[in-house]
């Protein structure tokens, strides 16, 4: 009877403990400040909290003196978050990289079911009817904003290792400057239309050998001039930009690939879709920037999520039982002082909640700590990878202050776990037994 | 041997402290198992072992197409058995989601990949149907495609009669047996005719060329012969081993290797920190027994290595039950994903870097307190000083 009420409280606290979890991960930031403040509240103001407190002090006191043990749970819960936040910074990177590249602003037109800009084409005689439709905002001299562009992927040698990689160049109407304004050419110049002028993206030209400004390169048995440098902060940067026809011909190309225009106001999108529609020549799609190039870092950020996910979950549970034989270790180690602490006449709960506070602090340290590790290690990191346009897109892990609350957020779940069952132990302890043993 | 007993005896000494360690052995070792064998699985899409053939692409660019006219000249080349092209078509089936490499093949194509096992009727099927089309065994399961099927696709490059609606005749189920290879079941092939009648872009190119060797060890040579074909030529090409060009391939699209290993580093960084704080307080609690096993005649070197073993013992139990339960957990990971992700078992050269990690981390970790325990001073550990 008595093992199977025993049995049953185990599984309750198990059950408490899952669906506490549950809350933890999904609770916002205010929930958790106001669950601190009432316990900080709870701590200060009731006599129970203030006996918490004091055996609390106890245990922070000798930590030193077992600082190994406590060493496994900070490292063990840094790593996890370390690993954890890298992972998400980079997921958050490329996606952030790729929807900075589109706004609302802007719109590109492709052929009808194409996905992507490689797999699109637009025939020259669709670009005039295109560049007209209604939606698309007109320039000063009252030309159309509307750039027809080509994609092209050439082979480039990287610095890093000197294989072959595929860049993106791009072949741009003389317009595309102003529908991109998020793009300065910081060195050297805009390259001439009709001449074989390249002007590359500054992680293009970190990334690949020979596209200083001045240099020479050869595309397609053609020597070009590497006349600029620009940086967009965005996955142009990771683009060689030429002149449309001048690429056209060079890979003799009769047709244009996509054509990316400026919207007219806000209901310019609407506008130029039903014009498009309309039109029974244009068998072409078209989509906001923004729309059209988060949908491309949409699969591989969400398969950087899970795997992250995945690699921190199995990571978490080596933690918590790292933390739990730590803890259990310590509450071992200090039986007599909290037999001690029961004769006197603390109760289970303060009991508990000095070795929980115990737990969470040093959760809290190694929380801090991998995150301050990933932050440091790997924000801004620069990485590269092969997009929907079967070329490379370099970007940055983005370790945000969000990911970093996520990994705290993690750390104190991982100290929870390990804390709560050495606590409990400690409350349940015999008191006369400990005090007779050692 | 003959101290088994006392190890375990040792090692069982505390259980809940000896469990919990074993458990974080356990979820480290299930990680290395599960994150390596990506790694191999990843790395082994481009090992095409014990197969000697040459891709030939567009010096350009890989999207860049070539003449299918090049064939003829490719195979006059010295040291060139047979060569084969293909177009990539890169059509949808259902949704863009379901993303699945399909490409038109020329004749001859399939007949170089002996590896990929197509019964003969359903080779002449394919040779004889037009429309015909041949896809792997995870695929046809995945989307339970049964021969005789029609496949619809959605092209996104290349229309026919103005639109993006091609249907194929399923015809043939080809099998790859090399378990590690078997990502490439997951691919669609149907006949370059067919492909280069009805579509309304191109005509007469083609993406690649595989090339057959008379001689694997003239693959160089050959190579340059065939890129010298079109020096100079609006259409110059690139050709490299098949296992070169993978690579190459597989390297943009991440460096998993670094990942892993950086990922690992952590993991195993903070392995070594708990297992020897395990066995540090191990030897601590048991001082007193240690100086009994010396006063009765153990000798140092035997207290050292009864120490060592343990360590040893604890980390590689652990990391067999973590490596099991990788091996059983991947193979189910693959078959819930429908062949989407495919991660054959924990392969040979992970458990064999595994077991020489288990062992290397267990010498390190218990290195320390067994060098404690060997210099027990029996006089001051019995009486407790």
Redesign the interface.
Known sequence: MNRIRKWLSHLGVVLALAAGLAAWAVMPWYAVLAVALLLGLWLTLTRQGRLAVAAAQIGIATLPQRWGASAVIVVGIAGVVAVLVAMLAMGEGFRSTLTRTGNDETAIVLRGGSQSETNSVITRDQVPLVSNLAGIARGQDGRPLASPELSQVVNMVTKADGTDANAQMRGVGPTAWELRPQIKVFEGRRFQSGMRELVVGEGAKRQYVGLDVGNKVELANQVWTVVGTFSSGDSHDSELWADSETVANTYRRTAFQSVTVRLDGKDGFDRLKAALAADPRLKLDVDTTRHYYSRQSETLTRFIEILGMVIGTIMGIGAVFGALNTMYAAVAGRAREVATMRAMGFRGLPVVVAVMLETMLLALVGGLLGGAVAWLIFNGYTVSTLSSNFSQVMFQFKVSPELLWNGLKWALGIGLVGGLFPALRAARLPVTEALRAA | MKYLHLIWAALFRSK??TL??L??V???F??FG??DSVRVAFNSSANVDGYDRLITTS??????SLPYSLTSQIETVPGVAKAAYATWF?G?YQD??NFFPNFAIGPGYIEMYPEYVLPPDQLEAFKSTRTGAIVGEALAKQYGWKLGDTIPL????FPTK?S?DWTFKLVGIFKVADKKRQGEERTLMFNWKYFDEAND?IKGEVHWFVIDLVDANQATRVARAIDALSE?S?H?T?TDTEQAFNQ?FF?????IGLIVT??MS??F???L??TG??M??AVRERIPELAVLKTIGFSNRSVLLLVLFEAVLLIVIGGAIGLGIAAVLMPAVSSASGGVVQLGTVATPTWLLGLGLMVAIGIVVGTLPALRAMRLNIVDALAGR
Do not use: C, H, P, W
Not at chain 2, 59 to 64: A, E, M
Not at chain 2, 154 to 157: F, G, L, R
């Open positions: 809940t402290r919990l360690t458990l974080s356990v979820a480290a299930l990680l599960m994150l010096k350009l660019s890989i999207t860049q890169g949808i863009q989601r959605q092209a996104t490059i103005g993006n872009y100079n609006d110059e690139k190459a390297k943009q699209f991440a460096d950086a990922i952590a993991v960084f903070t392995l920190l708990l704080n395990t540090a307080q």
